[in-house]
C-alpha cells in the first residue's frame, strides 16, 4: 500500500489505534521504529464538539510522527461531519471511524461496533463525513456482531460507496471481544470486494504473522494492536522484512531499558510527571514481559513514584540478574 486517498504511506504495517496506548508519546516511538501510518487513540465527537480540554489535547500531532491518522467515534452524522471539520484543522493527514470498539460503554451508546448492526446509519455517517473534508477519511471495523451475522463485506461496500478511501478489518466479531481465533478468511472476503486499500488486523504478533496476512488474505497492509505493547520494535522488523525479507535482531534488555526511561521521559513533558509515572507503570511492565522475574519487575514498577525509581530497578535488574553487566548510561 503506498497510498491512502492522496497521503503516500511508507511501508505496509500500521499502529492500531488503542485506547490509553497510542498516544503522542506511543506514536512517535512506534514511527522512529519504522511504522508506516500511526493511528490516535479515538477521539469522541461529543467530547470535541463540547470543548472538552482531554479531547482536545487528543489531537494533539508533531511533524515527526507524520503520517497520522486521527480516529474519531460517535453515531450521529452531523455531530460526525463537524468533528471531522475541526480534526481536518487540526492538521491530522487522514480521519479514522471507529465500527470497531467492542466495550459496553461504547456499544450502549450506539457507537463503535455496535454499527455493524446498522450498516446504512454507517453509510450516512461516513458519507457525511467523507463530504465534510478535503483530506482522506477511513473506517475500521469488525467481522460482524457475532458469528450469525459476519456482514463485513456488506458494511465494506457501503463504507466504499460512502466515499472512504480505506477500510481496516479487525477479523473478529464484537462477540468475541479479544478472544478466540481472527477469521483472516474475513479479511480476504472484504479485499475481494472492495476496490479501496483493505488493512489487515487481527493476530498479528510476529513478523512471520503479518507476512502469512498479506499471503493469505491479499490486503494491502497489516495493522498491530496488543503485540507493539511493550513491542514497538515489531515495526522494525516488519518494515525490513517486507522490504528486503530480513528479519533484525529482537531488542536488548539493555535497549528496552533505555526505551522505558525515554517514553517515560515523553510521557512527562506530555502529560506531566504524576500521569506519567502511573501510566509508565502498565507500559513498563509490557516492555518486560517475558524476562525472568518479570512478575516481580512488575510489582516494583507499580511502587515507583519517580523517574529515579524506575532508572534504579532497571539498573539493579541488569547488574543481578542478565547476562548484561553495564548499568544504563543516562
Known amino acids: 500500500?503506498?497510498?491512502?486517498?492522496?497521503?503516500?504511506?511508507?511501508?505496509?504495517?500500521?499502529?492500531?489505534?488503542?485506547?490509553?496506548v497510542t498516544d503522542l508519546a506511543f506514536r512517535l516511538l512506534a514511527k522512529e521504529m519504522g511504522c508506516g501510518l500511526v493511528v490516535s487513540e479515538m477521539v469522541s465527537a461529543?467530547?470535541?464538539?463540547?470543548?472538552?480540554?482531554?479531547?482536545?489535547?487528543?489531537?494533539?500531532?508533531?511533524?515527526?510522527?507524520?503520517?497520522?491518522?486521527?480516529?474519531?467515534?460517535?453515531?450521529?452524522?452531523?455531530?460526525?461531519?463537524?468533528?471531522?471539520?475541526?480534526?481536518?484543522?487540526?492538521?491530522?493527514?487522514?480521519?479514522?471511524?471507529?465500527?470497531?470498539?467492542?466495550?459496553?460503554?461504547?456499544?450502549?451508546?450506539?457507537?463503535?461496533?455496535?454499527?455493524?448492526?446498522?450498516?446504512?446509519?454507517?453509510?450516512?455517517?461516513?458519507?457525511?463525513?467523507?463530504?465534510?473534508?478535503?483530506?482522506?477519511?477511513?473506517?475500521k471495523i469488525?467481522?460482524?456482531?457475532?458469528?450469525?451475522?459476519?456482514?463485513?463485506?456488506?458494511?465494506?461496500?457501503?463504507?466504499?460507496?460512502?466515499?472512504?478511501?480505506?477500510?481496516?478489518?479487525?477479523a473478529r466479531t464484537?462477540?468475541?471481544?479479544?478472544?478466540?481465533?481472527?477469521?483472516?478468511s474475513v479479511i480476504k472476503a472484504v479485499k475481494e470486494s472492495v476496490k479501496i486499500?483493505?488493512?489487515?488486523?487481527?493476530?498479528?504478533?510476529?513478523?512471520?504473522?503479518?507476512?502469512?496476512?498479506?499471503?493469505?488474505?491479499?490486503?494491502?497492509?497489516?495493522?498491530?494492536?496488543?503485540?507493539?505493547c511493550g513491542n514497538i520494535w515489531i515495526f522494525r522488523q516488519i518494515a525490513a522484512f517486507l522490504a528486503k525479507g530480513e528479519l533484525p535482531p529482537g531488542p536488548t534488555f539493555e535497549e528496552k531499558s533505555h526505551t522505558i526511561l525515554r517514553h517515560l521521559d515523553m510521557l512527562t513533558e506530555l502529560k506531566g510527571e504524576h500521569i506519567a509515572i502511573r501510566e509508565m507503570r502498565r507500559h513498563a511492565a509490557s516492555y518486560v514481559k517475558g524476562y525472568p522475574k518479570s512478575a516481580d519487575l512488575r510489582t516494583r514498577f507499580n511502587q515507583a513514584g519517580e523517574r529515579a525509581d524506575f532508572e534504579n530497578i532497571l539498573n539493579g535488574y541488569m547488574e543481578g540478574d542478565l547476562p548484561?553487566?553495564?548499568?544504563?548510561?543516562l
Open 142 to 170: 469488525r467481522s460482524g456482531w457475532d458469528n450469525k451475522s459476519i456482514n463485513a463485506v456488506e458494511v465494506a461496500k457501503r463504507a466504499e460507496q460512502a466515499g472512504v478511501s480505506a477500510i481496516a478489518v479487525h
Open 324 to 329: 548484561c553487566q553495564r548499568s544504563l548510561s
Open 174 to 184: 464484537r462477540e468475541q471481544f479479544y478472544g478466540g481465533q481472527a477469521d483472516w
Open 46 to 139: 461529543k467530547g470535541l464538539l463540547h470543548e472538552n480540554c482531554r479531547t482536545r489535547d487528543l489531537l494533539r500531532i508533531d511533524p515527526r510522527e507524520r503520517p497520522t491518522s486521527i480516529q474519531l467515534f460517535g453515531s450521529v452524522p452531523a455531530e460526525l461531519a463537524e468533528a471531522s471539520c475541526r480534526v481536518a484543522k487540526s492538521g491530522a493527514d487522514i480521519i479514522d471511524f471507529n465500527m470497531g470498539c467492542p466495550t459496553h460503554k461504547i456499544v450502549k451508546n450506539g457507537d463503535g461496533s455496535a454499527l455493524l448492526r446498522s450498516p446504512e446509519k454507517a453509510f450516512a455517517i461516513l458519507k457525511a463525513m467523507v463530504d465534510a473534508v478535503d483530506i482522506p477519511v477511513t473506517v
Open 197 to 228: 486499500p483493505v488493512i489487515g488486523n487481527g493476530d498479528v504478533r510476529t513478523v512471520e504473522d503479518a507476512s502469512r496476512l498479506l499471503a493469505t488474505t491479499g490486503c494491502d497492509a497489516i495493522m498491530v494492536g496488543r503485540a507493539a
Open 1 to 20: 500500500m503506498n497510498v491512502i486517498g492522496n497521503v503516500v504511506i511508507n511501508n505496509s504495517s500500521v499502529l492500531a489505534p488503542m485506547a490509553g
